[in-house]
């Protein structure tokens, strides 16, 4: 069983910068490949990075390419997601998870591949 608890979120202007943290309970976080993922009002729940155990293999969607970081600190048991040049359609609630799939396996981009989440962290981005 995995914990995590994310921080970071609160509102901030188009343009500017963020960065959020999800803390994880346990002994064996670098056995978790860990994403994030964003829910707005209306809206579904989407794909955002991941980054995998040990091997720090990345991915994005689209929309957050070359904006957004990913990175992990498995000695503090925290990933981070550093977000800049935020946009107004970057405003949701943001979720940490985790996935006991081996790190073997790509990153997943779906919901159903994390078994562990969050209770997430707001971020709204004013026009």
């Known amino acids: 069983q995995v914990q995590l608890v994310e921080s970071g979120g609160g509102l901030v202007q188009a343009g500017g910068s963020l960065r959020l943290s999800c803390a994880a309970s346990?002994?064996?976080?670098?056995?978790?490949?860990m994403g994030w993922f964003r829910q707005a009002p209306g809206k579904e729940r989407e794909f955002v990075a991941g980054i995998s155990g040990s091997r720090f293999s990345t991915k994005y969607a689209d929309s957050v390419k070359g904006r957004f970081t990913i990175s992990r600190d498995n000695a503090k048991n925290t990933v981070y997601l550093q977000m800049n040049y935020l946009k107004p359609d970057d405003t949701a609630v943001y979720y940490c998870a985790a996935s006991r799939v081996s790190e073997r396996q790509p990153v997943g981009d779906w919901r159903q591949w994390y078994d562990y989440w969050g209770q997430g962290t707001q971020v709204t981005v004013s026009s």
């Open positions: 346990g002994r064996t976080f670098s056995s978790y490949t």
